[in-house]
T-cell receptor
Framework: AQTVTQSQPEMSVQEAETVTLSCTYDTSENNYYLFWYKQPPSRQMILVIRQEAYKQQNATENRFSVNFQKAAKSFSLKISDSQLGDTAMYFCAFGAQGGSEKLVFGKGTKLTVNP | DVKVTQSSRYLVKRTGEKVFLECVQDMDHENMFWYRQDPGLGLRLIYFSYDVKMKEKGDIPEGYSVSREKKERFSLILESASTNQTSMYLC?????????????FGSGTQLSVL
């Protein structure tokens, strides 16, 4: 069974600075997908970024980028130029390719961006 | 944009009541999911469905059942609510045929069982 671990329950950062959220996972699968989801105070979960395990290039979406280390089973999220609207819970998630579509989520990291 | 609508944002029920949580999506998605979110535990999958009238157990199905009579609607049923089912319930959907396409979530139902 796959597991996803987020070791930082809470983090804070000053506006305009850079912050990195960590995520590690455990799997015996070779083909899979990794995700970061954001849950703001409004509770609506939205996808931040998605990475296919077979791609060596790290995914990037505007101010959000990942550091994907397949051998280390690590998938960290970097937020550059942090904004107040980035304040949210962030969940790392794993999905195995070819299996059922369900995702396994980590326990989340609460990020607060301070003005 | 895809919209996933959960019928109630907040719900208060009594122990032993039968509770229905409704979820509707408007983008003809094949897959629908029910997750439970608890502080410090993240999201845990209760049930999911690939198609109408099809359902599969997730990681924590005990005490729950589901119904999918129409493609757009996926209901979570608590047959006899208990206090340990007090939680945030999140519904999600995704298109079929594409492995691990992103999930679209509703805004959640915060259920309190007294």
């Amino acid at each position: 069974a796959q597991t996803v671990t987020q070791s930082q329950p809470e983090m804070s950062v000053q506006e305009a600075e850079t912050v990195t959220l960590s995520c590690t996972y455990d799997t015996s699968e070779n083909n899979y997908y990794l995700f970061w989801y954001k849950q703001p105070p409004s509770r609506q979960m939205i996808l931040v970024i998605r990475q296919e395990a077979y791609k060596q290039q790290n995914a990037t979406e505007n101010r959000f980028s990942v550091n994907f280390q397949k051998a280390a089973k690590s998938f960290s999220l970097k937020i550059s130029d942090s904004q107040l609207g980035d304040t949210a819970m962030y969940f790392c998630a794993f999905g195995a390719q070819g299996g059922s579509e369900k995702l396994v989520f980590g326990k989340g990291t609460k990020l607060t961006v301070n003005p | 944009d895809v919209k996933v609508t959960q019928s109630s944002r907040y719900l208060v029920k009594r122990t032993g009541e039968k509770v229905f949580l409704e979820c509707v999506q408007d983008m003809d998605h094949e897959n629908m999911f029910w997750y439970r979110q608890d502080p410090g535990l993240g999201l845990r999958l209760i049930y999911f469905s690939y198609d109408v009238k099809m359902k599969e157990k997730g990681d924590i199905p005990e005490g729950y059942s589901v119904s999918r009579e129409k493609k757009e609607r996926f209901s979570l049923i608590l047959e006899s609510a208990s206090t340990n089912q007090t939680s945030m319930y999140l519904c999600a959907s995704s298109p079929g045929g594409v492995t691990n396409e992103k999930l679209f979530f509703g805004s959640g139902t915060q259920l309190s069982v007294l």
